[in-house]
């Protein structure tokens, strides 16, 4: 689980779905999340939903999952904000890792330019297969 900026979280995922004229089922629809947990977090009964959740919310409304930290204090290090976003195991490598943060550029670019996760870790694995072939 995640800590997203719990107080506004629900209110940011009701703004934005509101905006988008998407009801509460046809958001379940798009993300696979079910209505009665996408209501339950708008109205602030989960406040820090599994980021498998916020993700598959993110996707589905085509927003980064940093969008729902956008309130984060200003003085966490950009690092501390991807880092919420992370199981607790994965965390340490993000805050004690420099130089993990152009990967994670990577990441969000492809994902601004629609590329899916699944392509990128084919390309990822195609790479690495080469770099093993060289060998």
Known sequence: MGNYGA???GEKLHNLRTENEITLVE?????????????????GKIKNPA???????SLALKVSPLYFCEDLPQTMRE?????????EDEKEILLNNKNIIPYLGIVFKA???????????????GVLKMKDEVK
């Open 79 to 87: 690092s501390e904000k991807i880092a919420i976003l992370f199981p």
């Open 27 to 43: 958001l379940s629809k798009l993300s696979g999340v079910l209505a009665s947990t996408l209501s339950d977090i708008e109205r």
């Open 51 to 57: 980021f498998s959740t916020i993700e598959k919310i």
């Open 111 to 125: 994902y601004k330019r629609g590329i899916p996760a699944e392509t990128l870790n084919s390309i990822i694995d």
């Open 7 to 9: 107080t506004d979280l």
